[in-house]
């Protein structure tokens, strides 16, 4: 994985829109200097036009182990084949695979949720390239079914001690 | 709720009775079937749920070994008698016909 290689890519994407937010606003600002004279108008919407682009420009850290309150164990793109050939750093279709397949674990109870990652994490790590996105697909299409059917039996589970023994 | 005994439970239970004191996991068990991955976990799920099927996280160290740990399956007792009388019961195509019939209905 190389964030910063990837980071400057995304600097390098960014500076196109920077350079248009900035002479959008300097344009304006003139047809507005020349429409209706006035000073205040100028360092208002230089600030307005420096603001946005210092907000944009800003590329904060990536953050190992995101994502996932139960992943904190992992760091990086997920499905640990820590010899893989096709890891493509951070922003890559991995991470976002891995990324899709952590939100859909949090629509099911805690504990499943964990188990069906790591399980899919386990699996996706020695499947051949060629077959991950198959897999991942599969994954994904039924994780709410199997997030209904483990929060249905959690629900049971838990109403069951607390029913109430005629006699 | 009854277990329902669709194709591709069938297809788990045969790879799992194929050598019921044989543990299998989820790619062993994807490979064998046909079926998807996330097509399997929850039929292995709901045969755990019943009680026909045990599974256990295998002891290694990932790091040594440098893959995650797997999840094994295996056939309890009661689940290779069940599982058998159950196959048994149910009409039964063709080893080729229920992997056409899953790859077509199981692995979208």
């Known amino acids: 994985m190389m964030p910063d290689i990837d980071r400057e890519e995304r600097r390098k994407k960014r500076a196109p829109v920077i350079s248009s937010i900035i002479c959008g606003a300097l344009t304006v600002t003139v047809l507005i200097q020349l429409l209706s004279p006035g000073w205040q108008w100028l360092p208002l919407a230089v600030g307005i036009a420096a603001a946005t682009a210092v907000g944009v420009s800003i590329d904060p850290p990536g953050r190992p182990g995101t994502g996932h309150p139960r992943a904190g164990r992992r760091s990086g793109s997920g499905f640990s084949g820590r010899d893989r050939d096709d890891d493509d750093g951070p922003g890559g279709p991995t991470a976002h695979r891995w990324r899709m397949l952590v939100m859909a674990s949090l629509l099911m109870p805690r504990s499943a949720g964990h188990r069906w990652l790591a399980e899919a994490e386990s699996l996706l790590s020695e499947i051949t390239a060629a077959r991950r996105g198959a897999a991942i697909r599969s994954y994904m299409l039924s994780a709410p079914r199997l997030a209904a059917v483990t929060w249905a039996r959690t629900v049971l589970r838990q109403a069951r001690p607390g029913r109430q023994r005629p006699g | ?108």
């Not at chain 2, 439970?9 to 490979?31: F, I």
């Not at chain 2, 149910?90 to 992997?99: D, E, I, K, Q, S």
Request: hydrophobic share 45%; aromatic share 6%; glycine share 10%.
């Open chain 2, 1 to 108: 709720m009854a277990l329902r005994l669709t194709v591709q439970v069938q297809l788990v239970l045969q790879a799992l009775l194929r050598d019921p004191a044989t543990e299998m996991y989820g790619l062993e068990l994807s490979e064998e079937t046909g079926l998807q991955p996330g097509t399997a976990y929850p039929i292995l799920l709901r045969l755990e749920h019943e009680g026909w099927v045990a599974s256990r996280w295998e002891d290694i160290d990932p790091r040594a070994e440098k893959r995650p740990a797997r999840r094994y399956y295996r056939l309890t007792a009661g689940g290779a008698a069940a599982a058998s009388a159950a196959l048994a019961a149910a009409r039964r195509p063709t080893g080729t016909a229920l992997r056409r019939l899953a790859e077509g209905g199981g692995a979208a």
